[in-house]
């Protein structure tokens, strides 16, 4: 990415006739071909035994980990939300840390993407919302305590949306607009400094935006605010219970 | 000077202070948020993980003001909305 060019959208890689090919959706794609190759390579031969591959491991520990999180956060079972915030933190936090990678350019550091995933949390919640408690007790949140509330409910609907967007867009690119401009004026060591600190912050947005992502969807349950599942709960799940 | 250079300079000018103005206020509430976490962790190390998680969301719901200022610089900075409008007409 050029040092004027503010978004990986303008970075055209390829033109054929009206069809512009654009770092965006380039990177994008080829995220998403490691990610789904990588599962597909590790989950090819799994095992139950007490032998399991490195791989293996390492994705269980993942998954593990996340349904700790989203059930500590949400206090209610992690199941039905894993698919969805696994798969918005994971995405995120590959796109980010592919950022040592020479020539990469993170897709989270356009507009496009941040605002495509803020709009799949836009949609989930209601989506989650009245899985949860049917149409009537959803829309009924959004006149609680009292009817003058709701256009401020509404508003805050949206204006979260767009910070989530804005918010994860502003990190990124300020990481790589950073690294370009130390390039320019101290290109010895310094933007390596930079970059790791990129990375840092990269990683702690991908587990932010996936945690707010979290809390939204869980505000629009009706077990919000209850006791955490207890312990045996989660053992009949089969979930690892760690303290953290 | 011409129409361009002011708005080149008003660009700069604006871009710089919209950043400097902008980080005052989020930096004054992260530390204190930071402070407080830090007491509270002090008071009871075992619940840390909690007050770390709820820091860590916390702090970037502060920072996302300072996000906000630092993109509208860069916009004003890097993709001035008026300046291929200035261009056209001084090029005219």
């Known amino acids: 990415m050029d040092m004027t060019d503010i978004s990986p959208d303008e970075v055209v890689v390829w033109k054929w006739g009206f069809v512009h090919l654009n770092a965006t959706i380039l990177w994008t794609w080829a995220v998403m071909a490691v990610m789904a190759v990588g599962s597909w390579w590790i989950t090819r031969r799994l095992s139950s035994g007490p032998e399991i591959s490195r791989w293996q491991n390492l994705l269980e520990v993942i998954v593990g980990y996340t349904r700790d999180q989203i059930r500590q956060i949400s206090r209610q079972a992690a199941g039905p939300y894993l698919p969805f915030i696994g798969t918005l933190f994971l995405f995120i936090a590959v796109c980010n840390a592919l950022a040592v990678v020479p020539g990469y350019v ?35 949140d959004y006149v609680e305590p009292s009817v003058v509330m709701l256009p401020f409910n509404l508003i805050g609907e ?25 390039l320019a004026i101290a290109p010895l060591f310094f933007p390596i400094l930079m970059q790791a600190l990129g990375l840092m912050t990269g990683l702690i947005q991908a587990y932010i935006f996936a945690v707010l992502a979290t809390v939204y969807i869980a505000s ?11 312990d045996q709960e989660a053992a009949s799940t089969g979930e690892p219970r760690s303290e953290s | 000077m011409d129409i361009q250079s002011l708005v080149a300079v008003t660009s700069i000018f604006i871009g710089g202070l919209t950043i400097a103005i902008g980080s005052i206020g989020p930096a004054l509430g992260e530390g204190r948020a930071l402070a407080e976490a830090l007491r509270s962790i002090a008071q009871q190390p075992d619940e840390s993980g909690t007050i770390v998680r709820t820091l860590f969301v916390g702090l970037a719901m ?30 005219r």
């Open chain 1, 106 to 140: 993170p897709p989270t550091a356009s507009l496009s993407t941040t605002a495509a995933l803020a709009i799949c949390v836009f949609v989930a919640v209601p989506v989650y919302g009245v899985m949860d408690q049917g149409v009537g007790g959803f829309l009924k």
């Open chain 1, 158 to 182: 949206f204006s979260r949306t767009l910070a989530m967007a804005v918010r994860l867009f502003g990190n990124v690119m300020s990481g790589t607009k950073i690294a370009a401009i130390l």
């Open chain 2, 62 to 91: 502060i920072e996302s003001t300072a996000i906000y200022c630092f993109v509208v610089s860069m916009i004003v900075i890097f993709a001035n909305p008026f300046w291929n409008q200035v261009v056209e007409q001084a090029t």
């Open chain 1, 220 to 230: 629009g349950q009706e077990a919000a605010g209850q006791a955490e599942p207890s």
